[in-house]
C-alpha cells in the first residue's frame, strides 16, 4: 500500500513540475521550438553534465579584501569568469571547509545565474586557480562527451536561451530550478565541430591574454619615459608646511591634502615639460545626467564601466542597460560621448579610474563621470587617458579628492591635474599601442560571438553550414 501511494506521490511532483498554465508556455514559438529540438535529435543536458549549485552557507562575516574569489550573480557579465572585475573573496581557511567543496570550481566549469532579475547570464570557468560561487549561479560540469565550450555556446544561442527563459519560475524574483535543467536539451554535433568552437575559445582567451601584456607593457613605456619606473611613494603622512604654503594657497585643511609623496609627484613632473589640464582640454565637466527612457536610442554609459584597466564595452550590446532620447541627447550635444573622449571616475570607491573611449558608438555619461574632451592640437587624447589613469593621475585623484564615506573629485580640481607632455612621437606610440590592446580585446569578443553565431548556423542550417562559415571567418 505504501509503495503504491510512494509513487502516487512521484506522479503528482512529476505533473506539478511539467503541468504548467500559464499561455506563454505553450507559445506557438515554444511549440515550433520543441518539434526543432525533436528533428535535432536533442537529448538531455543532463544526460551529459553533473548539475548543482553554490554554497548555502552563511559566509557574509568571512568576506575579505584578498584570498579566493567567490562568485555571486552580479559577477556573470563576460564570457570568462575570471574577467569579472568586483567579486567577493573569502580567506583560504573558509575555502579549504568541508561543507564549501560542494562548491568549488573546475577549470571547464560552466556558471549560470539563476536567481534574480536576470536568468540564464553564463560564464566559463577557465583556469584552475582555486574559486567558489554562490547558490544563485548554477554550476554545470560537463562529461567527455560535449566540451564546455560548445555547451556555453549552445546555451547562450537563441534556442538555449528560449528553453531557459521558458522554464525560467516565478514573476517579481524569478529562479530557474535545478530540477528543470533536465527538461533543457540539447542537440548533438559530431566531435569535428565541437573541436572548432573549441578553437575559437582557446584563440580568444590567446588576444586577451596578448592584450593584458600589452596593456602592460604601455605602462612601463609610460613610467619609463616619465622617469618613474623606479619610483615608490613616499609613505611618511607627517609634512610641515607653514600657512602660505598650505592653506592660504590651496585653500585645504586636511591633513592628506600634504602627504608627501603629492609633492615628490610634483617635483618630478615639474622637472619635464607639462600643461596643467584645463590648458590641453575643450571641456572638463560633469556629464548630464540624462532621464532614462524605456526603448530609447541613445546608450547611457555608468560608472562601473570604468574599470581598472580598460572601459568594459558590453553595455554597448546589453539590452538590459538603461538609455536615454534622442531628444536629451541633442539638446546636451557637448555632453555626448564619442571616440577620443576620455571619461573619468569621479565619485565613490574608484575615484581616479579613467580611460579614452574609443568606440564609434556614442553615448550620454551619467553626472558622476567627468567627461574629458582634449584639444588634439595640443596633446593626443589616447596619450593623455594613458597618463590619467597611471600613477600620475591616480596620485592627483587622490591628493585633491572631498569626502570621506562618499570620495568624490569636482571638474575645477581636475583642471588643476598636472600633465606631464612628451614628444609627440612617444605620445603616438604610446597611443598606437593602446589601440592594437583594444582591437585585440574586440577581436578576442568577436572570436566569442563566432562561436555562438557557428551553433547557430549549425541548428537553423546544418554542421556543414556551420563549418563553412567558421573557416571563412578564419580566412578573412
Not at 622637472?271 to 536610442?297: A, F, R, S, T, W
Amino acid at each position: 500500500m505504501l509503495e503504491g501511494r510512494e509513487i502516487s506521490i512521484l506522479n503528482n511532483h512529476e505533473l506539478e513540475r511539467t503541468l504548467r498554465l500559464d499561455s506563454e508556455f505553450y507559445s506557438k514559438e515554444n511549440l515550433e521550438l520543441d518539434k526543432k529540438l525533436k528533428t535535432l535529435n536533442a537529448n538531455k543536458l543532463t544526460d551529459y553534465t553533473v548539475i548543482s549549485d553554490g554554497n548555502h552557507m552563511s559566509i557574509s562575516d568571512y568576506f575579505t579584501e584578498k584570498g579566493i574569489p567567490y562568485y555571486r550573480g552580479g559577477d556573470i557579465y563576460n564570457t570568462f569568469i575570471e574577467q569579472s572585475t568586483n567579486p567577493l573573496y573569502i580567506p583560504r581557511s573558509v575555502f579549504g571547509m568541508k561543507t564549501m567543496e560542494r562548491s568549488h570550481l573546475k577549470k571547464g566549469d560552466i556558471l549560470m545565474s539563476i536567481v534574480g532579475a536576470i536568468i540564464g547570464n553564463l560564464s566559463l570557468v577557465s583556469t584552475d586557480n582555486d574559486a567558489t560561487c554562490s547558490c544563485k549561479l548554477a554550476i554545470i560540469r560537463p562529461n567527455n562527451t560535449f566540451s564546455s565550450e560548445y555547451i556555453l555556446s549552445f546555451l547562450k544561442s537563441k534556442m538555449g536561451q528560449s528553453q531557459i527563459q521558458r522554464f525560467r519560475r516565478g514573476s517579481g524574483q524569478t529562479g530557474f530550478i535545478l530540477e528543470d535543467f533536465d527538461q533543457l536539451m540539447i542537440p548533438i554535433f559530431s566531435k569535428q565541430f565541437q573541436l572548432k568552437i573549441k578553437s575559437l575559445f582557446e584563440r580568444s582567451i590567446l588576444y586577451r591574454s596578448k592584450s593584458k601584456i600589452m596593456y602592460s607593457d604601455i605602462q612601463k613605456l609610460l613610467l619609463e619615459n616619465l622617469k618613474l619606473n623606479d619610483w615608490l611613494p613616499n609613505k611618511n603622512q607627517v609634512n610641515v608646511k607653514s600657512l602660505s604654503e598650505s592653506f592660504l594657497s590651496s585653500g585645504r585643511i586636511d591633513s592628506e591634502y600634504y602627504q608627501v609623496k603629492y609633492d615628490e609627484l610634483e617635483r618630478i613632473i615639474k622637472k619635464l615639460p607639462y600643461e596643467k589640464l584645463d590648458e590641453l582640454c575643450l571641456l572638463i565637466n560633469h556629464g548630464m545626467q540624462p532621464p532614462y527612457v524605456e526603448n530609447g536610442e541613445m546608450r547611457v554609459f555608468s560608472q562601473k564601466w570604468i574599470k581598472d584597466k580598460e572601459i568594459d564595452y558590453g553595455f554597448i550590446e546589453d539590452e538590459n542597460e538603461p538609455r536615454t532620447s534622442m531628444e536629451f541627447a541633442n539638446a546636451n550635444p557637448d555632453y555626448v560621448c564619442r571616440n577620443h573622449d576620455i571619461v573619468h571616475y569621479s565619485v565613490g570607491a574608484n575615484i581616479g579610474f579613467c580611460h579614452t573611449y574609443l568606440s564609434d558608438i556614442p553615448m550620454m555619461p551619467g553626472s558622476f563621470i567627468t567627461l574629458i574632451r582634449a584639444d588634439e592640437s595640443k596633446v593626443n587624447p589616447i596619450y593623455l587617458g594613458v597618463v590619467l589613469n597611471s600613477i600620475v593621475g591616480r596620485l592627483q585623484s587622490e591628493k585633491r579628492k572631498s569626502g570621506t564615506a562618499q570620495p568624490y573629485i569636482y571638474p575645477k580640481d581636475l583642471k588643476e591635474f598636472l600633465i606631464p607632455i612628451l614628444p609627440s612621437s612617444v605620445q603616438e606610440s604610446i597611443a598606437g599601442k593602446i589601440q592594437e590592446s583594444f582591437n585585440l580585446k574586440k577581436e578576442s569578443k568577436r572570436l566569442l560571438e563566432v562561436a555562438k553565431e557557428a551553433v547557430e548556423i549549425a541548428i537553423r542550417d546544418n554542421e556543414e553550414e556551420a563549418l563553412k562559415y567558421i573557416n571563412e571567418i578564419k580566412k578573412g
